[in-house]
């Protein structure tokens, strides 16, 4: 398994029409593996490529990619990064093994993490419908949508110590948990975002598609570093393929 980062170079054009539709950037990040067709899916069970974007300023989109096998991005280099300065010691791009970081983890172990995700349930207006898939619209039920996922994927999100707590246990009243407040974790960059997807028959026709996602940062402890390895290289939750379901650790930083 690799990590890479790529900076995206925001003042290009081939940058901005990536940054524009996450189909586009999906094929972009797929076509960086020479072994793999655009036809291929991911085996059942297994590795896959996963990606992610972290916009820290306007002019500071991070791409990060986790793979089971090293990726070649050169072609993103020449549309959306700095060719001009590009050699062979720095491509423009960083990869790393990632399988020894996957190895070391251990039960107990504490991480900062983020995940953009893409919080869905299934709901249906009448008893007669069928069940439809439908976002998550609040930070307490995308929380929710988390929390629900934790122990299948190995971790628990920490909770915070009374003391930071605004509200007293961590609730807003006795029926319903406002889990913002109760857990180390935060949701932001709430994204609607709609784009075309071809149907595949070859008419030229668009099929609409909706999704709606979030960034989760914040603190978890390791419950089962099987399950946790299976999850930061399978992802977690729908729309993998459009930039979701990527989780990334980092050692915790103190706070006062």
């Known amino acids: 398994m690799y990590l890479t980062r790529f900076r995206v170079n925001t003042a290009r054009s081939g940058a901005r029409r990536l940054l524009s539709s996450p189909q586009t950037m999906h094929a972009a990040v797929m076509s960086s593996f020479p072994a793999l067709l655009p036809t291929d899916t991911p085996p059942s069970g297994g590795p896959r490529v ?11 989109v991070m791409l990060y990619i986790v793979s089971p096998e090293r990726p070649d991005l ?9 060719p001009a300065v ?23 172990d504490e991480w900062a993490f983020r995940l953009t995700a ?70 932001q960059d709430k994204r609607p975002l709609a ?8 008419s030229g026709r668009r099929a609409p598609v909706t999704l709606v996602t979030v960034t989760f940062d914040g603190r978890l402890q390791v419950t089962d570093p099987q399950l946790l390895r299976r999850a930061l290289t399978q992802g977690i939750g729908k729309a993998k393929a459009y930039g979701c379901g990527l989780l990334t650790l980092a050692p915790m930083r103190a706070t006062g």
């Open 50 to 60: 996963l990606w992610r974007l972290d916009q820290a300023a306007r002019a500071e």
């Open 74 to 82: 050169t072609h993103l280099v020449e549309q959306a990064g700095w």
């Open 86 to 108: 590009a050699h062979p010691g720095e491509p423009g791009w960083q990869t790393r093994p990632y399988s020894p970081f996957l190895d070391r983890l251990a039960s107990g």
């Open 118 to 187: 893409n919080p869905v349930h299934q709901i249906r207006r009448k008893d007669d419908e069928p069940t439809k898939r439908t976002a998550h619209i609040t930070p307490v039920h995308q929380i929710g949508w988390l929390l629900q996922r934790q122990e299948a994927c190995g971790f628990r999100v920490l909770e915070k110590a009374d003391a930071k707590r605004l509200l007293p246990s961590g609730t807003t009243h006795t029926k319903q948990p406002h889990h913002g407040d109760r857990y180390e974790v935060t949701v």
């Open 195 to 202: 784009f075309d997807k071809s149907r595949g028959t070859g």
